[in-house]
């Protein structure tokens, strides 16, 4: 499958963000799919996944977004699709979409996905 994330741009503190990630070659549901973000000098790190189920267990969230990212599917356009609400100067990144089909609900690991897009930038000013 093959992933390309877009949406990024430069946004004021406790502005909103939406991103999008395209699957092509493959069908997305089939596969669990994560956003990651890397800042400069970072490591990247785990923003939110979702599932291929949709029980209770189907997201997850890093604690630093949580109740300000929402992560959701769009299975007929095959995206999936980062809203990011109340941003902070520390959500500024390159954020990667990234999928796998291991796992019954999603990986917070970078290295449990093999499939990643291009990142897109996301720069918050204060």
């Known amino acids: 499958v093959q992933l390309q994330a877009s949406g990024g741009g430069l946004v004021q503190s406790g502005g909103s963000l939406k991103l999008s990630c395209e699957g092509h070659g493959s069908t997305l549901p089939y596969y669990a799919l994560g956003w990651f973000r890397q800042a400069p000098g970072k490591e990247r790190e785990f923003v939110t996944c979702t599932s291929t189920t949709t029980t209770e267990r189907a997201t997850r969230y890093a604690p630093s977004v949580k109740g300000r990212f929402t992560v959701s599917r769009d299975k007929v356009k095959n995206m999936v699709y980062l809203e990011m609400n109340d941003l902070k100067s520390e959500d500024t990144a390159v954020y990667y979409c990234?999928?796998?089909?291991?796992?019954?609900?999603?990986?917070?690991?970078?290295?449990?996905?093999?499939?990643w897009g291009r990142g897109t930038q996301v720069t918050v000013s204060s």
């Open positions: 990234a999928a796998e089909a291991g796992h019954f609900y999603c990986s917070n690991l970078t290295t449990d996905y093999p499939y």
